[in-house]
């Protein structure tokens, strides 16, 4: 049956429509109504890639103008027919005007930008739908998603990329969800992995081209890494998934790009070979009807830049990857789907059932702190976004910064080991160019280019007693120029349940090489400039500051 039925101009509402060189938009007769349509088509189109709102459209729908009999054509135009994600038959609506005239005619578009022009309306709604040639439209022929093949019991596909990752992201971040909704969270190799589990359901989610087999269930079981899927996969962990206490793991490549058009292909384990179509039936378009999202959602829309910081060497580790990876699988009943994670030493482990979550990777606090440091060449300069006329000195902003983390103890009673990394670095502004200025007379006369920064003089306490500490101030050179490397800070701690860390010392920070901003502007400019910025922090390691629960 065709999903979209044309019948003729006096359709089967017998409604009559006039011929279309008799149509008026607001009492004007219509310059290209089929150029108007197909543009508004092509938007409608292009606006559906971006939002999961509708689950299958056919080829043949299109937007078309609604008709007051005889001739007059409304402000809006119905789009559709298309499966809405709850299962129903739809239409969507927009609103258009008039945009130029020639000739007396007049030329129709969309009066709002398509992202928020569109709005699903039930398609009785849709008044009296005509094509650009006259043919009256029918509301009344349901839309009807393609069978979908089944899913090979033991085989995982990896899902492609969604506009709705973020949204399901912020979802699975969210610390109010108990495990029984599926939520589980797991300290893995200084990081930590939050996992869902859902039970897969294609009428809501259009990644789903899958059916289950009789006797087992979908499930879709999400992997999201505080730090992104491809800082994880640095780790040299080995990740499997098990659908199901029958099945054998299949390890899953965390770095691997998904699918962007919903084929699987690339995530499927030899450990697992599928028996079904090597295309998951993605390319079915049961009569016509096809993905809303068929032309493919861009993973570079997905991917987020994350970084973090060595906290061996101090070097921040800078990658780029999805923010989540998912994967559906066919779970018999009575049975769970399983996600491990790791590194030959320690194991993280969680499944659908209720409350099944272990890890045995050591507990990690994330320390971190920021201190801004405003540079003025006079003490009357503090409240002033500009030197002050007159004044000679250095000019300018520095931050101090130390972002590191706190290990618990691998064996009961050992200590913590704090491990924090400094650096210092600079920002530019409208009134102090580079890293920092020299100021001569209230006006910038040099910027120097070279920085390098030095920790001294740390005192370090735990719950007010003094606790030792060392300083590595070899570290390897910032790539930045802006930023300098001031030395790591280690220290073992007490292993006390819970400590407030105090912190305070001085970052020794050297400026050198100056640059003079205009060589015909006489200036004496130091060739070095050495501040001393004071450090005075305070850290609570607590269950606030620990990546994953303390307990099991």
């Known amino acids: 049956m065709a999903l979209l039925l044309v019948v003729g101009a006096l359709g089967l509402t017998g409604c009559e429509v006039a011929e279309p060189d008799q149509w008026r938009f607001d009492g004007d007769p219509l310059l290209q109504a089929d150029e108007d349509l197909a543009s508004i088509t ?14 299958i459209v056919p080829e043949s729908a299109a937007c078309y103008f609604t008709i007051e009999a005889p001739r007059t054509v409304t402000d809006q135009v119905a789009c559709g027919p298309a499966l809405a994600a709850d299962g129903r038959t739809v239409f969507e609506r927009a609103r258009i005007g008039s945009f130029y005239e020639r000739d007396g005619k007049v030329a129709l578009g969309l009066i709002e930008a398509p992202q928020k022009a569109f709005t699903p309306i039930p398609r009785d709604e849709a008044g009296t739908p005509v094509a650009a040639d006259g043919t ?6 349901d839309v009807t998603p393609p069978a979908l093949p089944e899913l090979a019991m033991g085989r995982v596909e990896r899902l492609p990329s969604s506009p709705t990752d973020l949204v399901l992201m912020g979802t699975i971040m969210d610390d109010t969800l108990a495990q029984d909704e599926g939520r589980r969270q797991l300290p893995v190799s200084e990081s930590t992995v939050v996992a869902s589990f859902a039970v897969a359901d294609s009428a809501h989610d259009s990644a789903i081209r899958w059916a289950a087999p009789a006797g087992t269930h979908l499930v879709v079981v999400s992997v999201m890494p505080y730090l992104g899927v491809a800082a994880l996969a640095q780790k040299d962990l080995t990740v499997t998934i098990r659908p199901g206490a029958s099945a054998e793991p299949v390890v899953v490549d965390l770095a691997a790009p998904p699918p962007d058009d919903g084929t ?9 070979p599928s028996t079904g179509p090597s295309d ?3 390319s079915s378009d049961g009569g016509g009807a096809s993905d809303a999202r068929r032309a493919g959602t861009d993973p570079g829309d997905l991917l987020l830049t994350m970084s973090e910081v060595d906290p061996a060497t101090g070097e921040v580790i800078a990658v780029s990857g999805p923010v989540l990876a998912r994967y559906v699988m066919a779970v018999p009943g009575g049975e769970h789907a399983r996600l491990e994670l790791t590194d030959g030493v320690h194991r993280a482990s969680a499944s659908s059932e209720p409350g099944d979550a272990t890890s045995d990777f050591p507990r990690v606090h994330q320390v971190m702190s ?12 503090a409240d002033s976004s500009a030197p002050n006329p007159g004044a000679t000195g250095a000019s300018g902003s520095l931050t101090v910064s130390a972002s590191g983390t706190v290990h618990e103890p691998e064996t009961e009673g050992g200590p913590r080991a704090l491990s924090l990394p400094f650096e210092v ?4 502004t409208s009134v102090y160019p580079g890293l920092v200025s020299w100021i001569d007379g209230g006006t910038p006369t040099a910027v120097y280019t070279s920085i390098d920064a030095e920790l001294t003089d740390v005192e370090l306490t735990v719950d007010q007693q003094p606790v030792a500490a ?18 790591l800070l280690t220290a073992e701690l007490p292993s006390a349940t819970d400590g407030i860390i105090e912190l305070t010392g001085t970052v020794r920070v050297t400026l050198s090489a100056p640059h003079q901003i205009d060589p015909a502007v006489a200036t004496t400019v130091p ?12 850290f609570l390691v607590d269950e606030s500051t620990t990546e994953g629960p303390r307990a099991w």
Do not use: K, M
């Open 470 to 487: 060392a300083i590595d101030a070899h570290q390897t050179p910032s790539q930045d120029p802006s930023t300098a490397r001031a030395g």
């Open 136 to 141: 009256l439209i029918a509301t009344d022929e």
């Open 370 to 381: 920021y201190g801004a440091h405003d540079l003025f060449p006079d003490s009357t300069a």
């Open 264 to 272: 699987g292909a690339a995530s499927s384990s030899d450990a697992a």
């Open 280 to 282: 998951g039936g993605a």
């Open 425 to 428: 670095f600079s920002s530019e």
């Open 527 to 538: 060739p070095t400039t050495v501040l001393e910025l004071p450090v005075t922090e305070t």
């Open 42 to 55: 092509d938007a409608w189109r292009e606006h559906l890639q971006a939002t999961d709102r509708l689950r």
